[in-house]
């Protein structure tokens, strides 16, 4: 027997008694908004970020390309901010640590420390904190709070994955440089003593020291890989389609004998200081 009928079953769903899926879809709804205006928020948040580096005289600033490979950065942890507001959890960051290991060596070649990285990430969240902020304020009060907290826990991860990976290619690459530039320091004596002497190696140390090889064009791609683009962004700056670029990486690798974009930037790198 039904003793609520369908007139009060409404009721009670109106006056929130059953709340639990509206509940969610609002909750959901709200992060959705808050994101979209996160989004919206980027270019003022880039302009912020840019005056904060040059407020503190930061090495980043000084030169058009580390400003750049900042920007981009700065676009992928807002990024993945969005995408955790939106979806809930934070994205796959794979890629992103790989090429941040690349930004990191690039660093290293440059001779920018760690501590402007670190600092670099410091600065952006000042400029990201009234975005987060602007974009919580149009939900519900017991609602702006949650924002927030889920905003600044995803720009930390975001920021301190991208910093551990930027470290990881910056020791790297500093380690290469101290040991390429002191051929009787013990690490590269060690290196040579202990390195098993079979009939390929002589032909891939010979690969190796060719980077001279390179055409002009790949050599063009190296530097852009080695400013931690990916193919796409290659492809765009030069005015190439993604498959020659992919084509052109084979021959790059092929030469320097090389496994992985970072081994290329290292090998290219060392190969144009002999040269």
């Known amino acids: 027997m039904d003793?609520?009928?369908p007139r009060s079953r409404n009721r009670i769903a109106i006056d929130g008694l059953e709340p639990s899926v509206?509940?969610?879809?609002v909750e959901g709804e709200t992060h959705?908004?808050?994101a979209q205006a996160l989004r919206s928020a980027i270019p003022d948040v880039l302009d912020a970020y840019q005056a904060g580096l040059l407020h503190v005289e930061s090495a980043l600033t000084e030169q058009p390309e580390p400003w750049q490979s900042c920007r981009r950065q700065a676009v992928a942890i807002l990024e993945d901010c969005i995408a955790t507001l939106e979806n809930g959890c934070p994205p796959d960051t794979t890629a992103a640590q790989e090429y941040t290991r690349l930004l990191g060596a690039n660093r290293a070649f440059q001779r920018v420390s760690v501590a402007e990285s670190v600092r670099a990430a410091e600065v952006l969240w000042s400029a990201v904190q009234p975005a987060v902020h602007a974009a919580a304020a149009s939900a519900a009060p017991h609602q702006r709070a949650v924002i927030q907290q889920k905003a600044s826990a995803a720009?930390?991860?975001?920021?301190?994955?991208?910093?551990?990976?930027?470290?990881?290619?910056?020791?790297?690459t500093r380690d290469r440089i101290l040991t390429s530039a002191d051929p009787h320091s013990p690490s590269h004596s060690h290196s040579r003593e202990t390195q098993p002497r079979t009939a390929a190696a002589p032909a891939r140390e010979e690969r190796n020291d060719s980077s001279e090889e390179l055409t002009a064009r790949e050599r063009q791609i190296l530097d852009a890989v080695a400013c931690a683009l990916t193919n796409r962004q290659i492809a765009r700056k030069l005015g190439i389609s993604e498959g020659t670029?992919?084509?052109h990486l084979y021959?790059?690798?092929?030469?320097?004998?090389?496994?992985?974009r970072m081994d290329a930037v290292l090998k290219g790198a060392q190969g144009a200081r002999r040269n």
Request: hydrophobic share 35%.
């Open 3 to 5: 003793l609520v009928g």
């Open 22 to 25: 509206d509940r969610g879809s």
């Open 32 to 34: 959705r908004r808050a």
């Open 155 to 172: 720009f930390r991860a975001a920021a301190s994955v991208r910093l551990y990976a930027g470290c990881q290619g910056y020791d790297e």
């Open 245 to 247: 670029v992919k084509r």
């Open 251 to 260: 021959n790059v690798f092929n030469k320097l004998g090389a496994t992985s």
